[in-house]
């Protein structure tokens, strides 16, 4: 996790003041909105190219990521937050096959493993879905922890999402890796696929008002995506995001320990 953070997050920070500067934002700098001008594109001289295109130039680089998420995963708890039994099928849905959960930018699937594993009374591995770039799809083949059945499925999320009307799509560790404007295009996608009574899961951090000592780790995470033009947000934060989607923000999923112990944001088409 250490070289990860330090090749994402650490070095484009080295010059940060030499970033400022060449934006013309000293004396009044603003938080980084734009992704192909970050710092990661500053510090890797490749202004134009999104952070996640220069990971992919160098599959160790990549692999080195990919693996850092796992870590994440581990720290940040990916369970006692929503409740998946609630995606339970019908007997209806199921012979339809209703797809009940995907995976929006699932990685190597350790979060949507470890899910499975947590309901496998209620979630059927044949009904979930993981998507991902085709590189990192391949990656997840050597998940072991990730059930075969598991549909895999090369998908680039600022494009239309082609599986339509599933019970839920989450996105962990996503949508604060952008800015406003670009997480807003990706739930757009969402939302023309989502039927009314899909449900949308941000798994992501949800900011108090006014951070303090105990928000420590988040304050470092909402650091270190700035490298990409991300940053995390409050919960009248996300529900602005979700209004500009034509999506509603419905209920904040907590568990206890603070902004640094995850939370799930649930959201569904506007009524």
Request: net charge negative.
């Amino acid at each position: 996790m250490f070289l990860a953070a330090y090749e994402h997050v650490l070095s484009p920070f080295h010059n940060f003041d030499e970033y400022l500067s060449k934006r013309g934002q000293l004396p009044h700098a603003r938080e980084p909105d734009d992704p192909l001008r970050c710092p990661m594109t500053y510090y890797h001289d490749q202004d134009g190219v999104s952070p996640w295109s220069i990971m992919e130039q160098d599959p160790n680089r990549m692999r080195d990521f990919q693996l850092a998420m796992t870590v994440f995963n581990q720290a940040v708890p990916v369970l006692g937050t929503f409740d998946y039994r609630l995606l339970r099928n019908s007997p209806d849905e199921e012979r339809d096959g209703r797809v009940q959960l995907v995976d929006v930018g699932g990685g190597r699937g350790t979060v949507l493993g470890e899910i499975l594993a947590a309901f496998g009374d209620s979630l059927k591995a044949e009904t979930c879905v993981l998507q991902d770039k085709p590189g990192v799809i391949e990656l997840s083949r050597r998940n072991r922890a990730l059930p075969g059945a598991v549909r895999r499925m090369n998908h680039d999320f600022f494009t239309e999402q082609p599986v339509k009307g599933a019970k839920a799509y989450v996105m962990r560790a996503i949508i604060h890796d952008w800015p406003d404007a670009t997480c807003v295009n990706i739930l757009t996608h969402l939302a023309a696929a989502m039927a009314p009574d899909s449900r949308l899961l941000i798994c992501d951090a949800v900011l108090p008002p006014r951070l303090g000592e105990d928000n420590f780790f988040v304050a470092i995470v909402d650091h270190a995506v700035m490298a990409l033009a991300g940053k995390e947000r409050t919960e009248r934060g996300f529900s602005d995001l979700l209004h500009q989607a034509g999506l509603e923000l419905v209920r904040v999923w907590r568990v206890s320990g603070g902004a640094q112990a995850g939370a799930c944001v649930e959201g569904r088409l506007k009524r």
